[in-house]
């Protein structure tokens, strides 16, 4: 079945930039997505990209997908405090059914 | 337009009690979705529903679970008999009617964390 990746934790100083990477196992999913999760709290949906593009820029937010080597990542440019939470990373399953596969979330942490 | 609602927001039972949350999607979203997310895991797909048709089901939905969505509207997710393992939060998420593929974009609630003791 569908697999998706993600490392588990990134630390960066307040003002870098960020870069969380996915990787995924089925490419038939016409959507991809990135989610925001705070502690205690629903999933915000950050962005996402149509799998025909390679980049999408959204303010301070940079997709880039690679569908050759099925790999996803999201920029966060002048990463602030308030950007620390989880993010997930999510496709659809084969077959482009409604239900998403999520990556096990990257923890970002933002150090003043 | 109040985003996804779900309802409690805490839920603390007991082993073998029955449970039942539920879920208002955004208005005039035609889907909606259960999933279930423990501690430090990404959320997992329980079902779906287009309207009232419940079209897919996942395997960690066992029998003691149920899903129903009568008028198409808001949905309920029960627990029967509840375990400690079913511990988790429990996220409804919802997505437009639309004929595109903008119908399978999902807008999550704030979820239900479930404590059974």
């Known amino acids: 079945g569908e697999d998706v990746e993600q490392s588990l934790f990134l630390s960066v100083r307040e003002g870098d930039s960020s870069v969380i990477n996915c990787t995924y196992t089925d490419s038939s999913s016409t959507y991809l997505y990135w989610y925001k999760q705070e502690p205690g709290a629903g999933l915000q949906l950050l962005t996402y990209?149509?799998?025909?593009?390679d980049m999408k820029q959204d303010q301070r937010l940079t997709v880039l997908l690679n569908k050759k080597d099925k790999h996803l990542s999201l920029r966060i440019a002048d990463t602030q405090t308030g950007d620390s939470a989880i993010y997930f990373c999510?496709?659809?399953?084969?077959?482009?059914?409604?239900?998403?596969?999520f990556g096990q979330g990257t923890t970002l942490q933002v150090k003043p | 337009d109040t985003g996804v609602s779900q309802d409690p927001r805490h839920k603390i039972t007991k082993r073998g009690q029955n449970v039942t949350f539920r879920c208002d999607p955004i208005?005039?979203?035609?889907?909606l979705y259960w999933y279930r997310q423990t501690l430090g895991q990404g959320p997992e797909f329980l079902t779906y529903?287009?309207?009232?048709?419940?079209?897919?089901k996942s395997r960690l939905l066992s029998d003691r679970f149920s899903a129903e969505r009568p008028k198409g509207s808001f949905s309920t997710l029960e627990i029967q008999r509840t375990e400690q393992g079913d511990s988790a939060m429990y996220l409804c998420?919802?997505?437009?009617?639309?004929?595109?593929?903008?119908?399978?974009?999902?807008?999550f609630g704030a979820g239900t964390r479930l404590s059974v003791l």
């Open positions: 990209i149509f799998s025909n593009m």
């Open positions: 529903f287009q309207n009232e048709a419940q079209l897919e």
């Open positions: 998420a919802s997505s437009p009617r639309d004929r595109g593929h903008a119908k399978n974009i999902q807008y």
């Open positions: 999510a496709v659809h399953g084969s077959s482009n059914t409604g239900k998403l596969i």
């Open positions: 208005s005039e979203h035609n889907r």
